[in-house]
């Protein structure tokens, strides 16, 4: 510090102060003396002094500083805060001011002061439905950062604790209540009980409320109570004789008493236990609603018709907010009830709904959306597949706040393996606001299925079913160019019919023998040609007719050529397919069956029809084999040719000339239609539109057009009975044979509907048929599984749990249904178990415990020993007629028996048990034989070894029965002599007096030694069994050497503690039931939680890292695979063409023949891609997490053609690259495209911002020409 010329010299010498104190051994500093002298100190001047001056001087806090000193030593140095003003958040309002009003006029009088309400909270923060909105942008779809709105049924699962808290309270309090409704918490006021006690006249209010529940009345001859001391009560009497009451009520007065009345406590509530809730409410819609139009004066829609009485019940329900499911059979009519958001399984159902609603509903609004067509999102009425939904309810989406009704449509889709999951998680994660309309076909378990809605969303659900098809259908077989019915309409299997159809199919395949120069078929009576049985449709793929051909036979399995021989109708050798016959070429067959088949329909009015084929090749193939035949007029030509030109307008360039257009041009101008999934979407629907307006008359299609689609026709034809399921060849099921029949029979315009059959030269087996045709369709079943995606999902959100997902789910409906029930066991097991005594004994409570345990566990393990001995080799020489044993059961206590010979299996419940089991005869009293004092087997203590009564038994008798291991308690190392064989077959009393006489004489025997004899298991050496008899044998050293065994009254308390185990053991496994960790998901849901953890997408408290956020947003690829790829930067060495090829292994699953030219450098990309799919997979192997193989389940077919397409190519050379059909490549570059979207949200999650223009120019590259052509979905249905 610099110092001034005119300083003191005190002032210099404060100075040199410090400076001594700092530097003391300085050269220029002040000698000590000096120092000292200068500041007036006695004395030299340490260190230690100058510090302590120091210290008073700076430190001490100063009271007289002056003012004009002040600058000196307080500066404020200015600080400027660079946070910009906006990002501030304001504080919201705490309070508000609000008008008061008056009178009816509402006149005001002043204003009234009070808090505001909280502002609402931000989308990324809240999971209620009153939150702030978000972005506009996102309103539709919402965004990975929005937190789902909370599940509807979640809210409701905290209600019944807080009202069991409730109850307790008003338990304690006799009544009196201490919180007030709505209330978290009441109030305990010190003196509440005294004062009560004094109001009611008691010392004390527990006991008199006790014994009045008990006694259940009052007792009058308690004191009276009174009010305050007796001052007062005389001074109260004055005024009551005195002042108020007149002469003339003197008599009545004196009759009153003077205090009050004692006032009895307010009577408990009686909650009644809760009985089994039903959610499921099964209508009956045999009992007609007359007044119906006074329940529903105004409809939202008038219908030309009169609705059917299950249309009217289900509209009923709607109009009083209720939710539904309907049930009835195909083109009954669902869907008149439910025209909000609508949700279907497959794309061809959401674009025919929006058509229909178009029509039907203002077209502003009607909206679509599936995966690629987003038409007036913003619309009051929403059609769009269920996976959509499910990723607006995950992102929570603002739009899911507006909506008041779900439609689920072909609800018997979750019964998919692949995407049923997707039905379950929607219906759970949809919030309590929303109303469910199911729609399904008629299956077994709808009223189980509407009950696990019911209880998951906790509402009431009315099941409204159909008794019987609108339109009934008759079945027919197409054999010898003729129909023979099979089931007519009232569903009786005709055997007449079935007969004539096997003799037509045998005279056409003995004359086509005789064309070609063979002799007849040998009836064998075997497989397949037999009349008494004939087998399974030929199917190569699906094929349904063989032929013989020239100058080849096949007379067995084994085949043969040669001369012609005597054919033998049995399965034959390749070549033959399964009819057993070799072919000529099938186009040539398929082509003369399906001519005649067409002609036949058109001749006898059948037409429009449904040809359901099981292959998309052959869909075409048969289309063709039609030739030149033309079923439409001028007049519907000319009206196909300007649909079909009109639709086209939406094409460009080359794309109008693709030989699929071509090709399918001709066969529509003719009125014959293919509908199959590799068609281009354009073509699919201008097929789909052209027959609903009844241009086309024939059509083929796969099992996909009868999803649903309301496009019924007058005859449907079957060309076979199996199908590929994706695994193996199988028949049809019938739930899938009924949905398809089901479009067989137009509502108002067919009596019946005529379903076809396609004969091979083999029929179907009569059990076939009837299966398929007349058999209950399959029952709605769980297919709920998790997904990573599902698990990151509901972590990022506190208000949900993975487990509470898992518990919701229709495969544990069993489970929940039961819970109710279970609580209420539990509450009665530990007041059972409150009631039940301890053992006090000082003896035995020191270990009688561990003496439970162990013996416990030595019984299982003899359980063990027993069952594997029994099926030892040795044990014929153990269990031999003549063994003694013990058994010990609810009947048998531990009683001394001989075998006599084996016996079948007990069966228990109905199931066979696994244990063998063998006749014995038991020594046992007369109590034990009359079944007197059986007991239940749960009731018997564990114990091993047996002990055996001491001395004799009394008043022995015999008594024969089967017994298994289970039944077994120790095996005595004793062989009696008996004759079994006349003890068994009863034929003379003398056996069996010789063999209860020589087993009570060993009773009396055993009951004397020590320790029993057990018969020697050396000779089996089974290493589990060797290790079994090793456990034990520990087990019973460490039982002998427990004192509890030393009491007088062993028995007596063992019994007593084991009636509390009873108790308890039951106790724990109903808390088990009932808890997390009997869900049966739960342990891949840990499993993957690990999974997660290594690769660090979550930490170890589970919460969602970076990672997790990413995966988040990927819905439509293996979601651990390409978040490695944004995160490991590999996608940025790419162009984008490039990225596009890549991102197509992700979502092309189908097989190829064709082998892709793949660049070099996509190439390189490929083989990283696989490396992180085989880095992944080794940590799922490590947790156990079952999972697809990455390399089996997607492909690279399509790899060079999204490459070749983002580069520019034309669309009719890419069809030249593979032989993916052109329907599989456009589908496959629509989903390619939410993939590449995907990829650019999760770009903008971690704020790549080349990442994120890369994927949006990777979209642009894609988004062209055919693959994006405008939907017609916007044209009138006629």
Not at 939 to 953: A, D, H, N, Y
Request: glycine letters at 6%; a negative charge.
């Amino acid at each position: 510090m610099p110092v001034e010329e005119d300083e003191s010299l005190a002032d210099a010498a404060f100075l040199e102060l410090l400076h001594t104190a700092g530097h003391p051994s300085s050269s220029d500093a002040l000698s000590s003396e000096e120092l000292a002298s200068a500041l007036g100190i006695d004395g030299p001047l340490s260190r230690e002094r100058a510090l302590e001056l120091l210290e008073k001087e700076v430190l001490a806090p100063v009271d007289n500083l002056q003012g004009d000193e002040l600058w000196r030593w307080q500066v404020q140095p200015p600080v400027e805060l660079p946070i910009p003003p906006l990002t501030l958040r304001p504080l919201y309002q705490t309070h508000t001011v609000s008008p008061s009003y008056k009178g009816i006029d509402g006149t005001f009088t002043h204003w009234r002061e009070g808090l505001a309400p909280k502002p609402p909270a931000h989308p990324t923060l809240s999971s209620s439905t009153t939150r702030a909105p978000g972005s506009l942008q996102n309103f539709v779809r919402g965004t990975g950062s929005y937190a789902p709105f909370l599940p509807g049924g979640l809210e409701a699962a905290a209600k019944p604790e807080e009202e069991e808290n409730e109850q307790e309270a008003e338990e304690e309090d006799e009544g009196w209540k201490t919180r007030a409704p709505g209330m978290r918490r009441g109030i305990k006021l010190e003196g509440a009980d005294e004062f009560l006690a004094e109001m009611l006249g008691q010392q004390s209010i527990a006991p008199k409320a006790k014994r009045r529940r008990k006694e259940g009345e009052f007792e009058p001859q308690l004191t009276i109570s009174r009010l305050g001391d007796e001052d007062a009560e005389e001074e109260v009497e004055q005024i009551i004789t005195n002042g108020h009451a007149g002469p003339s009520s003197k008599n009545v007065d004196d009759l009153l008493p003077i205090g009050r009345l004692p006032a009895p406590p307010p009577p408990r509530r009686q909650f009644k236990a809760a009985v089994h809730k039903e959610w499921a409410h099964v209508v009956d819609v045999n009992q007609r609603l007359v007044n119906f139009n006074e329940l529903v004066p105004e409809m939202a829609r008038d219908y030309p018709f009169e609705l059917d009485n299950f249309q009217k019940e289900a509209v009923y329900r709607l109009e009083m907010g209720d939710s539904v499911f309907v049930a009835a059979h195909t083109s009954a009519g669902k869907t008149v009830v439910a025209e909000a958001i609508y949700t279907s399984p497959i794309k061809a159902l959401s674009n025919q709904k929006f058509r229909d609603f178009k029509t039907t509903f203002d077209p502003s609004t009607v909206g679509i959306l599936t995966g690629d067509v987003q038409i007036n999102a913003e619309g009051s009425c929403l059609i769009m597949t269920t996976e959509i939904l499910r990723s607006m309810l995950y992102k929570g989406a603002d739009l899911i706040r507006d909506v008041e009704f779900v439609i689920f449509d072909e609800v018997h889709y979750v019964n998919d393996a692949e995407r049923g999951v997707v039905w379950e998680e929607v219906i759970i994660m949809l919030p309590e606001h929303v109303n469910i309309i199911l729609l399904s076909a008629t299956v077994p378990n709808t009223k189980e299925f509407a009950d696990w809605v019911g209880r998951t969303k906790k509402k009431d659900i009315y099941v409204i079913s159909t008794p019987m098809r609108p339109v009934p259908l008759e079945h027919f077989l197409w054999a010898g160019k003729d129909i023979h019915k099979i089931v007519d309409s009232k569903s009786h299997f005709l055997g007449d019919g079935y007969k004539s159809a096997q003799e037509a199919s045998r005279r056409k395949q003995d004359k086509e023998r005789e064309a070609n120069g063979l002799p007849p078929v040998q009836r064998t009576g075997g497989r397949g040609g037999a009349p008494t049985r004939a087998k399974d449709l030929p199917t190569g793929k699906n094929a349904p007719f063989t032929k013989i051909g020239a100058g080849r036979t096949h007379t067995n399995r084994a085949g043969g050529n040669g001369a012609p021989a005597p054919a033998v109708a049995s399965r034959g050798g390749r070549g033959g397919g399964r009819g057993g016959f070799g072919g000529r070429g099938s186009h040539q067959l398929d082509q003369n069956v399906w001519t005649h088949l067409i002609n036949y329909l058109k001749k006898n009015s059948l037409l429009p029809v449904v040809n359901f084929v099981f292959s998309k090749k052959r869909c075409e193939e048969y289309a063709q084999t039609l030739g030149a035949m033309d079923l439409n007029s001028a007049k519907e030509r000319s009206e196909v040719h300007l649909t079909w030109e009109r639709a086209l307008t939406r094409l460009k360039g080359s794309d109008k000339t693709l030989p699929q257009i071509l090709r399918m041009r001709d066969l529509l101008s003719r009125g014959i239609g293919v509908h199959h999934g590799g068609l281009l979407p354009l073509v699919k629907e201008v097929v789909e539109l052209l027959f609903s307006r009844g241009l086309v008359k024939v059509l083929f299609a796969t099992e996909t057009f009868a999803m649903g689609v309301n496009m019924p026709a007058k005859c449907v034809v079957f060309s076979g009975i199996r199908k590929h399921d994706g695994t193996s060849f199988r028949n049809l099921l019938p739930g899938e044979y009924t949905q398809m029949a089901g479009r067989a029979g137009r509502r108002g315009l067919d009596t019946t509907g005529t379903v076809i059959l396609l004969s091979g030269e083999e029929l179907p087996s009569v059990a076939e048929l009837n299966e398929m045709m007349l058999g209950t369709p399959n029952r709605l079943s769980s297919q709920f599984r998790l997904t990573y995606n599902m698990i990151l999902n509901l972590l990022r959100v506190e208000a949900l749990k993975v487990e509470e997902m898992i518990k919701r789910s229709f495969s544990e409906n069993a489970t929940q249904k039961m819970a109710p029930e279970q609580q209420r066991q539990i509450a009665h097991a530990e007041k059972q178990l409150s009631r039940l005594p301890n053992v006090e004994c000082d003896i035995c409570k020191t270990d009688i415990d561990a003496f439970y345990e162990l013996s416990s566990e030595a019984v299982r393990l003899n359980q063990s020993i027993f069952k594997q001995a029994s099926y030892a080799q040795n044990a014929t020489k153990i269990f031999v007629p003549g063994r003694v044993v013990i058994l010990r059961n609810g009947h048998l206590p531990g009683n001394l028996a001989i075998l006599l010979r084996s016996a079948t299996s007990l069966i228990t419940d109905g199931v066979k048990s696994d244990a063998k089991a063998w006749r014995m005869l038991v020594l046992v009293t007369p109590g034990q034989r009359s079944k007197k004092e059986d007991v239940k087997q749960s009731e018997v203590p564990p114990r091993w070894p047996p002990v055996l009564p001491k001395g004799s038994f009394p008043n022995p008798q015999w008594e024969i029965g089967v017994y298994d291991t289970t039944s077994l308690s120790f095996v005595v190392n004793r062989i009696l002599k008996v004759d079994h064989s006349g003890i068994v077959d009863k034929s003379s009393k003398d056996p069996r007096d010789k063999a209860l006489h020589d087993l009570t004489i060993l009773h009396e025997e055993l009951s004397s030694l020590p320790e029993l004899p057990e018969v020697d298991w050396s000779r089996i050496r089974a290493v589990e069994f060797v290790d079994a008899i090793r456990q034990r044998a520990i087990l019973h050293d460490r039982l002998n050497k427990l004192g509890c065994q030393l009491c007088g009254d062993f028995q007596e308390h063992y019994s007593i503690l084991h009636e509390r185990k009873v108790v308890e053991s039951g106790l724990v496994a109903l808390k088990l039931s009932l808890s997390d960790q009997n869900l049966e998901l739960l342990p891949d849901y840990n499993s993957r939680v690990e999974v997660l953890k290594k690769l660090q997408f979550i930490d170890e408290n589970s919460t969602v890292l970076l990672k997790g956020r990413v995966a988040c947003e990927i819905n439509s690829a293996p979601e651990l695979i390409l978040t490695e790829l944004i995160l490991e930067n590999i996608l940025s060495e790419y162009e984008p063409e490039e990225v596009v090829a890549l991102l197509s292994i992700f979502v092309f699953v189908e097989k190829s023949d064709s082998q892709p030219v793949i660049p070099p450098k996509i190439q390189q990309g490929l083989e990283v891609i696989y490396k992180i799919a085989d880095q992944i997979e080794r940590e799922q192997d490590k947790c156990s997490v079952q999972y697809d193989q990455f390399d089996e389940k997607y492909k690279v077919g399509l790899v060079e053609v999204v490459y070749e397409w983002a580069k520019g190519m034309p669309f009719n050379q890419i069809t030249e690259l593979t032989d993916i059909p052109e329907g599989t490549i456009v589908r496959v570059i629509t989903r390619l495209d939410e993939t590449c979207r995907e990829v650019r949200d999760a770009a903008r999650v971690i704020g790549d911002a080349e990442l994120f223009q890369k994927m949006e120019a990777a979209q642009a590259l894609i988004k062209r020409d055919i693959v994006f052509a405008a939907s017609l979905v916007s044209f009138p249905s006629h």
